[in-house]
């Protein structure tokens, strides 16, 4: 589990301590990963960054808001892919930062193999993978 720091630490700190948990995916390993259906992609960028740059397909739009409430297997408010908590999740934010804290809360639930992704959708796009409007 990715250990969140006791006492008060600055967010460059706190950022860099939960990576240090996280066994974080580039891009492209990410994209195999999930054509293969080894990884559930989650996308939790906010509305208005998906409408202007696009969706990954196949991958679970969660505002981060209700992250923790849809992937949580226990959870009464779990999406249908929540399944356990074995559950390789990625999560993707728009450049990388908020998904590494993002995946360390939901390490926290017990989802043992949650990360995310190197550079976020923006790495992504980046990287020429599918995108859609």
């Known amino acids: 589990m990715t250990a969140v720091p006791d006492g008060p630490v600055g967010v460059d700190a706190l950022l860099e301590r939960v990576r240090e948990g996280l066994d974080r995916m580039e891009a492209a390993a990410a994209y195999g990963a999930a054509?293969?259906?080894?990884v559930?992609?989650?996308d939790i960028r906010y509305a208005a960054l998906r409408d202007r740059d696009g969706l990954i397909p196949g991958a679970l739009v969660v505002e981060r808001n209700e992250l923790e409430w849809r992937l949580d297997p226990r959870g009464s408010h779990r999406a249908?892919?929540?399944?356990?908590?074995?559950?390789r999740v990625v999560v993707i934010c728009n450049e990388g930062?908020?998904?590494?804290?993002?995946?360390?809360s939901l390490r926290q639930l017990g989802l043992h193999r949650a990360?995310?992704?190197v550079g976020g959708f923006q790495a992504w796009k980046a990287a020429g993978l599918p995108v859609t409007s």
């Not at 054509?35 to 080894?38: K, N, T």
């Not at 998904?99 to 360390?104: E, N, V």
């Open 35 to 38: 054509q293969a259906g080894e």
């Open 40 to 42: 559930l992609l989650v």
């Open 80 to 87: 249908v892919e929540a399944t356990s908590h074995d559950l």
């Open 97 to 104: 930062y908020a998904s590494s804290l993002a995946a360390a």
């Open 115 to 117: 990360t995310d992704l």
